[in-house]
Nanobody, 130 residues
């Protein structure tokens, strides 16, 4: 069974840090780009970051660059998003998604909000209080 399971969300004060995880199973992890996307209440889903599980290349949108770090532990089939200097505008449900690396340009995929992802997780809530 294919699964993407997010965990690690929670409530944190502005300026604080949080690390969320995306554990993958049921597919060949190294063949995929794993992305993080978020959706705030009343807003469209937006891309945050992605990592190519095969070559380790990463991409970040400007709003999180320098504050968020994406990483991958291929032995555990898990992708992490370390979020520092959190702001109230980072409050959202965070989803991870997977798309075949050979057909994906990470930057474009992130900016398209995860269009045509093969797999999606169920999401984890991140709330930043000001």
């Amino acid at each position: 069974e294919v699964q993407l399971v997010e965990s690690g969300g929670g409530l944190v004060q502005a300026g604080g840090s949080l690390r969320i995880s995306c554990a993958a199973s049921g597919f060949t992890f190294d063949d995929y780009v794993i992305g993080w996307f978020r959706q705030a209440p009343g807003k469209e889903r937006e891309g945050v970051s992605c990592i190519n599980s095969n070559n380790g290349s990463t991409y970040y949108v400007d709003s999180v660059k320098g504050r968020f770090t994406i990483s991958s532990d291929n032995a555990k089939n898990t992708v992490y998003l370390q979020m520092n200097s959190l702001k109230s505008e980072d409050t959202a449900v965070y989803y991870c998604a997977a798309r075949l690396a050979r057909i994906t340009t990470g930057q474009a995929w992130v900016h398209l909000g995860g269009f045509d992802a093969r797999y999606w997780g169920q999401g984890t809530q991140v709330t930043v209080s000001s």
